[in-house]
């Protein structure tokens, strides 16, 4: 019987802020998908480290016609300074593999990864760097590459791709910070509007608090149905937005982004299935907590 008026009571309130309860539900579901997204950039920001940094190379471009480095000064390398530096990379006990990349080589890769644009038509093979692509036992060891054969005669420049990765992934680190700040705020607004539907709600069922009070009902019973209402809205837009997460995931990720950068390692159905219990803890909760918060504060009046 308790059980009965409790959900009638429910049922009445949000009926009658059907409007503000629509309106929670929309700023829990903004929210929390802004926190789900937010979580699974991380996710895949640390899945893209995880695959880039296992194949991350040192690459040690040699000296061409129109190289002016200091390593340049006699001119384009000659075939006894290219045999010379890679005798000395395969020597290197830090060095687990290391291969010969030639100018045609290069210019094909090239053409590979940019064949969609046309800047492809404008460069030709003699003007990209022949190269050693190295792969370390240990890519924190790129400094023992750069001692030994920077400033050699041959070599124009040594790269460390993964300092041209870390960079990136900086960038990417900002986004997701963003992302975060934008779900806290909104949560924060969320948690406001929930408590002003409470507080509303509250008002307009004064008379019949203020009579179980007097017949001798407990606090937590007086309570409950608005904590329930909250709750309700805050499942409801968590579940709105656990359904556009998965919706993204599908229909973006799975269906396009995967597809088309197939070079790339995306975030699986795991992670999202990991997200989501945590979006709709985070929608429930902070729904219950803001309206227990408000309703305590209304019966103390």
């Known amino acids: ?88 990379l395969q020597a290197m006990p830090e060095v687990e593999q290391v291969y ?48 030994n054969l920077a400033g050699r005669p041959g070599v124009e420049q040594i790269q460390d791709m993964r300092e041209v990765l870390g960079r990136i992934f900086r960038v990417l680190n900002w986004f997701t910070l963003a992302a975060a700040v934008v779900a806290v705020v909104q949560l924060v607004a969320a948690m406001l509007l929930i408590a002003n539907v409470i507080r509303v709600a509250a008002f307009s069922r004064r008379r019949e608090t203020s009579i179980m009070r ?33 919706a993204l995931q599908r229909f973006l990720v799975e269906d396009v982004l995967r597809r088309e950068f197939t070079f790339v390692a995306f975030v699986g159905w795991d992670e999202v299935w990991r997200t989501i219990p945590l979006m709709l803890a985070t929608g429930v909760v902070l729904a219950a907590l803001a309206s227990a918060v408000t309703v305590r504060k209304y019966l103390r009046v």
Not at 18 to 47: D, E, H, P, W
Not at 69 to 85: E, H, K, L, N, S
Not at 217 to 225: D, E
């Open 100 to 147: 010969y990349e030639s100018q045609q080589e290069a210019f094909e890769h090239f053409s590979e990864q940019f064949a969609d644009s046309g800047i492809v038509e404008n460069v030709e093979p003699e003007s990209l760097p022949e190269s050693f692509r190295v792969k370390l036992r240990d890519a924190e060891q790129f400094r023992v590459i750069a001692a």
């Open 1 to 88: 019987m308790r059980a009965q008026f409790v959900l009638s009571e429910v049922g009445i309130g949000l009926r009658r802020n059907l409007t503000m309860t629509v309106a929670v539900i929309v700023a829990v579901a903004i929210s929390v998908a802004f926190l789900g997204t937010a979580l699974l950039f991380r996710s895949q920001v640390q899945t893209m480290k995880g695959f880039w940094y296992d194949k991350v190379e040192v690459a040690v471009f040699l000296c061409g016609p129109g190289s002016d480095a200091p390593g340049c000064a006699t001119g384009p390398v000659t075939q006894q300074q290219r045999d010379q530096i890679l005798a000395e």
């Open 214 to 246: 007097l017949v001798g009902a407990s606090r937590f019973y007086i309570q409950l149905p608005f904590l329930l209402e909250g709750a309700l809205a805050g499942l409801i837009g968590a579940l709105l937005a656990a359904a556009g997460v998965v």
